[in-house]
């Protein structure tokens, strides 16, 4: 382990260890168009433990305008699971924190309003606030009120100026992707009532470990959090957290309930979250170093897999150019010879070169035209949906390459 000397956490200012480094990564979610000429945006992408606060970030936090800007291609709507994820948040949020009439509530990243959608149905008072002018004017366009900003202290201060003071605060994958919390939590101080609380959503570094899916980290991902680490950020900026609860989206996650000190009963879940943690040693040094190691191996896997296939004259395609498949292509060094094409129903991406390996994007449709021989998983944490979609490429006789846990053919 090499100690980041440079680098101080940002929650708590404690040194800050790196345990893995990624290489030089483009960012995410930057599509490139065949004969671009201005040069493409790379960055150290690596991974740090707080020796103090032991908050797992990233040790170079790369400037939010290029990740999160008008052409941002992501949509939170874009899968049938996730639609259903939200449809059961935004209810159960109606059941309780939003049940009379005169209720508020904000989302911090709304994204193309996907959840904010269902709460302006039932007539609540909402306000989703997101950087990403594209996708906001798609939520517009759904009749869900957004404001094209960062949520900060001075976006909230605005708010409460305007709009008044909140009942409940939502963000869904979001959090993690802010490197200053320290201003977004002094302004859910400024925009929540007294007993507000404050819901959000997030990948969860267990899971990370367990699964050894190091493709979760990428440049939109700055904090990969543990029920410790979030506990401690929050008691820093006067709340405390009252609830944790598991989530089977995203390849797993965790959603955090938090309320001003003392407001609220903390459930049980809680300490058995954070005794679970002790247990697994999970925010020990020793774990981030064997997790290194593992992702070292899986690299080596999948790389060696590839390079079988292409000897053996195989066709390999990859399936959803996600903002995860990043690492991994440019991490294992994946190549258009490797890996011939990527198929993604994203239209935005379509007709353009992934991020720093250029393969080329396809629709959907193309993918059966014809089949190839193997295909490379990327959006693994849909593999449900997308291999119900796409039953006919098995009998085809096509078969599909994972690497979450492992590498594998399926
Ligand atoms: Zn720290």
């Known amino acids: ?3 980041s000397e440079s680098f101080r956490c940002r929650i708590c200012r404690g040194p800050v260890w790196q345990f893995l480094d990624l290489g030089r990564q483009p960012i995410s979610d930057a599509f490139r168009t065949a004969g671009d000429t201005d040069p ?7 991974v740090g433990r ?4 032991t908050m797992i970030q990233l040790t170079n936090a790369v400037p939010r305008e290029r990740m999160f800007h008008a052409g941002y291609p992501y949509l939170s709507s874009g899968s049938a699971v996730m639609r259903e994820h939200f449809a059961r948040t935004a209810a159960s949020f109606l059941e309780t924190e939003l049940r009379d009439d005169g209720s508020f509530v904000i989302e911090i990243g709304c994204n193309d309003g996907v959840m904010l959608g269902m709460i302006a149905e039932a007539g609540r008072r909402h306000l989703g606030v997101e950087p990403s002018a594209g996708v906001a004017r798609i939520a517009e366009d759904a009749e869900v009120r957004v404001r094209v900003a960062f949520f900060e202290e001075s976006t909230a201060r605005d708010i409460v100026a305007t709009e008044g003071r909140a009942d409940l605060a939502y963000s869904a994958n979001t959090i993690c992707h802010i490197p200053y919390l320290d201003s977004v939590f002094r302004g859910l101080d400024a925009v929540l009532k007294p007993s507000g609380i404050f819901v959000f959503e997030d990948p ?3 899971d990370i470990v367990a699964k050894t899916s ?3 980290i990428y440049d939109e991902h700055f904090y990969y959090f543990t029920v410790r680490s979030v506990r401690e950020m929050v008691r820093r900026f006067g709340f405390e957290l009252v609830d944790v609860a598991p989530l089977a989206v995203h390849g797993g996650e965790l959603r955090y309930t938090v309320a001003r000190a003392g407001q609220r009963t903390v459930t049980p879940a809680v300490a058995e979250w954070l005794a679970a943690e002790e247990r697994a040693g999970l925010a020990e040094a020793i774990t981030c170093s064997r997790f290194a190691a593992n992702v070292g191996a899986n690299r080596r896997a999948l790389r060696g897999l590839l390079e079988r296939l292409h000897e053996a004259g195989h066709s390999v395609a990859g399936y959803g150019a996600t903002a995860k498949s ?5 991490f294992v060094g994946i190549t258009p010879e490797l890996v011939s094409y990527v198929c993604d129903s994203t239209p935005a991406k379509q007709g353009r070169l992934t991020p720093g390996a250029h393969l080329p994007v396809l629709s959907p449709e193309r993918f059966r035209e014809p ?3 193997y295909a490379l998983l990327f959006a693994w944490n849909h593999a449900e949906e ?3 979609k796409e039953h006919e490429f098995r009998d085809h006789g096509g078969r599909w390459i994972t690497y979450v846990p492992d590498v594998a053919i399926r």
């Not at 493409?40 to 690596?46: S, V």
């Not at 707080?50 to 606060?53: D, E, V």
């Not at 990043?326 to 440019?330: I, L, Q």
């Open 1 to 3: 382990m090499n100690p």
């Open 40 to 46: 493409e945006f790379f960055f150290d992408l690596a």
């Open 50 to 53: 707080c020796a103090a606060c």
């Open 204 to 206: 969860y570094f267990g």
């Open 214 to 216: 190091y493709d979760q």
């Open 326 to 330: 990043a690492t991994v292509t440019n």
């Open 371 to 373: 089949y190839p021989d």
């Open 386 to 388: 997308i291999m119900a």
